[in-house]
C-alpha cells in the first residue's frame, strides 16, 4: 500500500531565510504524481507545487522548488526567501493514476519575523 | 473563476442526530471529491466521483456516511447517525478530469463538532 510520511511536525523559519520540509513515500509503481500542499489557518488547501515521477528535473514555483530523489523515495519542498504569509500547514500527497491521492500527516510550518 | 463552494462553514451535533453538507465544485469539473481530515492528520479520501458515478468509496463507511451527485454537478454528503469520532473538517475538492497531472481545488471544508 502507498503511504507518505511527513517526519516533521513542526518546523520553524526566519523571515528571508530559507528552510525545507521533508517527505518520504512508498510505493511499488513508476509512474505518479506528487504534490505539496499548503493549508493556511483559513482551512483552504492550496496547490504548492507538482512533480510527475517521469520528470528528472525538479519543479520550480518562483520561491518554492523540489528536491525529488526517487530511487530515495523523497520529495522535499525548499522555501526560499521566507515570508510572514508562508505560515501555514504544509501536505505532502502522492497520487497514481486516476485513483486517490494520499496526504501525509502535514508540517506546520512558523515563520518568525 | 468562483471556487469550490461548501456549506455550511460550522456545524455542531449531538451524537446520534443526522446531518448534511452541501458542494458545488467549480462549472466544468468532472470529478468530485469529498476528504475527511480529522484535527493533526492530513485529508484522508471518503468518495469520490466522475460525474454522477462513483470512481472509489473504498474508505466511506457505509453504514452510517452517504454521498450523492446525482446530476453531476453539486453534491451532497450525509452522516446518519453521527458518532464522536465523526469530528472533523469535511473538505470537498474538485477537478477537471481523473488524470493525476491534474490539480485538486479545494473548498473551505465544514467543520464538524459532535456533542
Known amino acids: 500500500a502507498q503511504t507518505v510520511t511527513q517526519s516533521q511536525p513542526e518546523m520553524s523559519v526566519q523571515e528571508a531565510e530559507t528552510v525545507t520540509l521533508s517527505c518520504t513515500y512508498d510505493?511499488?509503481?513508476?509512474?505518479?504524481?506528487l504534490f505539496w500542499y499548503k493549508q493556511p489557518p483559513s482551512r483552504q488547501m492550496i496547490l504548492v507545487i507538482r512533480q510527475e515521477a517521469y520528470k528528472q528535473q525538479n519543479a520550480t514555483e518562483n520561491r518554492f522548488s523540489v528536491n525529488f530523489q526517487k530511487a530515495a523515495k523523497s520529495f522535499s519542498l525548499k522555501i526560499s526567501d521566507s515570508q510572514l504569509g508562508d505560515a501555514a500547514m504544509y501536505f505532502c500527497a502522492y497520487r497514481l493514476g486516476g485513483f486517490k491521492t494520499i496526504f501525509g500527516a502535514g508540517t506546520r510550518l512558523f515563520v518568525k519575523a | 473563476e468562483a471556487g469550490v463552494a461548501q456549506s455550511p462553514r460550522y456545524k455542531i451535533i449531538e451524537k446520534r442526530q443526522s446531518v448534511a453538507f452541501w458542494c458545488n465544485p467549480i462549472s466544468g469539473h468532472a470529478t468530485l471529491y469529498w476528504y475527511q481530515q480529522i484535527l493533526g492528520q492530513g485529508p484522508k479520501l471518503l468518495i469520490q466521483f466522475q460525474n454522477n458515478g462513483v470512481v472509489d468509496d473504498s474508505q466511506l463507511p457505509k453504514d452510517r456516511f452517504s454521498a450523492e451527485r446525482l446530476k453531476g454537478v453539486d453534491s451532497t454528503l450525509k452522516i446518519q447517525p453521527a458518532k464522536l469520532e465523526d469530528s472533523a473538517v469535511y473538505l470537498c475538492?474538485?477537478?477537471?478530469?481523473?488524470?493525476?497531472?491534474?490539480?485538486?481545488?479545494f473548498g473551505d471544508g465544514t467543520r464538524l463538532s459532535i456533542l
Open positions: 475538492a474538485s477537478s477537471f478530469g481523473l488524470y493525476s497531472n491534474q490539480p485538486q481545488h
Open positions: 510505493t511499488s509503481e513508476s509512474d505518479y504524481y
